[in-house]
């Protein structure tokens, strides 16, 4: 069992920048793959980036070169670096975590979650 806990969401302007962390419990934390995904009202949950046990990153292409995926395995922590947010931006945001090989992409294919961090973006 693998427990999720996300910080370091809040209010913003536009253009500004956010890190949001993901604190994971657990042994095994290196070998999983770790995603953000964002849900804003009225919408369907969507990928952000991902970062598989080999340090691969994925992004979306909507946050690429705005966002960076990391991780500390030392600290069982992944980060999102979040730069020139913008008003779209706005949404709760998930940490999750999957132990076996699966689209990064598709929620579905994830155990775990966190409860979610909401980001709110200005105009």
């Known amino acids: 069992q693998v427990q999720l806990v996300e910080s370091g969401g809040g209010l913003v302007q536009a253009g500004d920048s956010l890190r949001l962390s993901c604190a994971a419990s657990?042994?095994?934390?290196?070998?999983?793959?770790m995603g953000w995904f964002r849900q804003a009202p009225g919408k369907e949950r969507e990928f952000v980036a991902a970062?598989?046990?080999?340090?691969?990153?994925y992004y979306s292409g909507s946050v690429k070169g705005r966002f960076s995926i990391s991780r500390d395995n030392a600290k069982n922590t992944v980060y999102l670096q979040m730069n020139s947010l913008k008003p779209e931006d706005t949404a709760v945001y998930y940490c999750?975590?999957?132990?076996?090989?699966?689209?990064?992409?598709?929620?579905?294919?994830?155990?775990?979650w966190g409860q979610g961090t909401q980001v709110t973006v200005s105009s």
């Open positions: 657990g042994r095994t934390f290196s070998s999983y793959t």
């Open positions: 999750a975590a999957v132990s076996r090989l699966a689209d990064y992409s598709d929620y579905t294919s994830y155990d775990y």
């Open positions: 970062i598989r046990y080999s340090n691969r990153l």
